[in-house]
T-cell receptor
């Protein structure tokens, strides 16, 4: 079992819809959590850090549930430009561990 | 703002040849990571350096080696290239302190644009 797991998708979602995906991590010693976005053939870019209290950045909301060891990303009012792969990233003892990514396709 | 600079952006080599990739981290970042990403795969961690010393090793083949120099730039050397080495190679840099805090507003792990290696 991988240390960080995500549903690979693809999620095909109509424009304007709300979409959510989760990521689970197996090591309770994991310290910090991030969502990265990667477009095809481009480098991953930080979308947002994830805090226990939950955090929001515009249409994006991230949540961390330490008890159940998962993080989530919610995208509201999805845009065509949100189509990308979303990578769940976990830091444990300065090791950066990536999930396999969830592919999102926003449909016009 | 300065980003992570990688060179070359594209590289074509024959089997059994050698390739060297270079990475210039963001100034004052103390940690450099190398990742390999094959088509449709997530980034696979190869190796990292903290303050010019190797800090962690992942799935890096014995044919590959890397080092970080006094000016903090890093090089990934790949020898006896195989077809399966064709991939996108990313370098990323961070400040370990920011990584631990997950500080908002700070790009905790910044990637370069990658070097695409094609082995024929």
């Amino acid at each position: 079992r991988k240390e960080v797991e995500q549903d690979p998708g693809p999620f095909n979602v109509p424009e304007g819809a709300t979409v959510a995906f989760n990521c689970t991590y197996s090591n309770s010693a994991s310290q910090s959590f991030f969502w990265y976005r990667q477009d095809c053939r481009k480098e991953p870019k930080l979308l947002m850090s994830v805090y226990s209290s939950g955090n929001e950045d515009g249409r994006f909301t991230a949540q961390l549930n330490r008890a159940s060891q998962y993080i989530s990303l919610l995208i509201r009012d999805s845009k065509l430009s949100d189509s990308a792969t979303y990578l769940c990233v976990v830091n444990r003892d300065d090791k950066i561990i990536f999930g396999k990514g969830t592919r999102l396709h926003i449909l016009p | 703002a300065a980003g992570v600079i990688q060179s070359p952006r594209h590289l074509i080599k024959e089997k059994r040849e050698t390739a060297t990739l270079k990475c210039y981290p963001i100034p004052r970042h103390d940690t450099v990571y190398w990742y390999q990403q094959g088509p449709g795969q997530d980034p696979q961690f190869l190796i990292s350096f903290y303050e010019k010393m190797q800090s962690d090793k992942g799935s890096i083949p014995d044919r590959f080696s890397a080092q970080q120099f006094s000016d903090y730039h890093s090089e990934l050397n790949m020898s006896s290239l195989e077809l399966g080495d064709s991939a996108l190679y990313f370098c990323a840099s961070s400040l370990v302190g920011l990584l631990r805090e997950g500080s908002s507003g700070a790009n905790v792990l910044t990637f370069g644009a990658g070097s695409r290696l094609t082995v024929l």
